[in-house]
C-alpha cells in the first residue's frame, strides 16, 4: 500500500469554507433583524439556523486542519476521519438548534406576539432565499469535486436553511395575504424543527457509515476494473472503506504463478492506477497476489 498524503483539495475546501462562513454571516444578519423587528418566531429560528451554519463552517475549517496533516506513529493512516468527527459536530449544532425551534413554537403557538412582514421585509427573506440557493448549489458541487464529507454534510446544512427559509416566507404570505390565524407562525416553526432534525440524522448516517467502515465502493465495479487487466485471472475478498476523501481497498488478485516478481509488482501498481482513473476517486490498495487455486504468489 503506498503512503497517502492530505490532498492538495484541502486548500480548495478550506477556500469554500471561509467564503460559505462569510455569506452565512450575512445571511443570518439581515434574518435575525427582520425576526427582531416583527417579533415572528420562524424568521428569528431562520436567522439562528443561519447562524449556525457559520458555525458548522468554522467547525469545518477546524477539522480540515486537523485532517490535513499526514500520517504519524499514532496515525498510520493520517488523520483524516477528524474531518468526518468535524460533521457530527455539525449534526450536534442542528439538534439543538432543531429542539430549541420545537420549544419556541409551543410556548408561542398559545400567545403569538408579533407584526406581520412588510412588503419591504418579505423582499429580504426572498433575496436570502435566492443567495442561500446559489450558496449551497456551490458548496455541493465543490464537495462533489474535492470528494470532502465536510462540505457535503455542510451544504445538507445549507440545504436545510433553504428549506427553513420557505417555511418562514410561506407563514408570512398566509397570515399576511390569505387572512391565517397568527398560531400558523407556531406551526410552521414546528414543521422547520422537523426539517432541521432529519438534516441531522442525514448527516449522522454519512459519517457513521464512515467510521464503521461500512462498503465505499460496491465489490462488483472494483471487479470490473481490475479484470480488465490483461494480467489479471480472477479477483476474490474484496473490501473497501473510507477514510476522509481517500478510499482504501484490499482485495486478492489471481495471475500466472510463473509471472516474475518485478512483472506482478507492476500490475499491482498499475491495477491500483486505473482505479483511480476509472472510479474518479482516491484509492489506497492492498493487492494479495495468488495463483489460480488461491496459493499466494512469489
Known sequence: MQEVLPSENTKGVQTVLVIVLLCNL???????????????????ADGCHSITDGFSNVVGLIGIRIARKPGDADHAYGHAR?????????????FYLGISVF????????????RVLSGVELSLIFAT???????????QLAGRRFASSILTADARHTFSDIYVTCGVLASAVLIKYMGF?????????????????????E????????????????????????????DVL?????????????????????????MKLKDVHAMTHRIEARLNECLGRRISCVIHTEDEKGRASH
Open 82 to 94: 477528524y474531518e468526518t468527527l468535524a460533521s457530527l459536530a455539525i449534526v450536534a449544532l442542528l
Open 234 to 258: 480472477g479477483i476474490h475478498k474484496i473490501r473497501s472503506r473510507r477514510s476522509g476523501d481517500v478510499i482504501y481497498a484490499d482485495f486478492h488478485v489471481q495471475c500466472d504463478p510463473e
Open 26 to 44: 450575512l445571511v443570518s444578519v439581515i434574518k435575525i433583524a427582520v425576526g427582531l423587528m416583527t417579533g415572528m418566531q420562524s424568521v428569528i
Open 181 to 201: 390565524p397568527a398560531w400558523t407562525d407556531s406551526v410552521i416553526s414546528f414543521f422547520i424543527g422537523l426539517v432541521i432534525l432529519k438534516a441531522a440524522y
Open 203 to 230: 448527516i449522522f448516517h454519512v459519517a457513521a457509515d464512515e467510521l464503521t467502515d461500512h462498503i465505499a465502493i460496491a465489490p462488483e465495479r472494483i471487479a470490473e476494473v481490475v479484470l480488465s487487466d490483461p
Open 103 to 114: 420549544e419556541r413554537s409551543f410556548e408561542n403557538l398559545s400567545n403569538p406576539d408579533f
Open 129 to 139: 432565499l435566492a443567495f442561500n440557493i446559489f450558496v449551497a448549489f456551490v458548496e
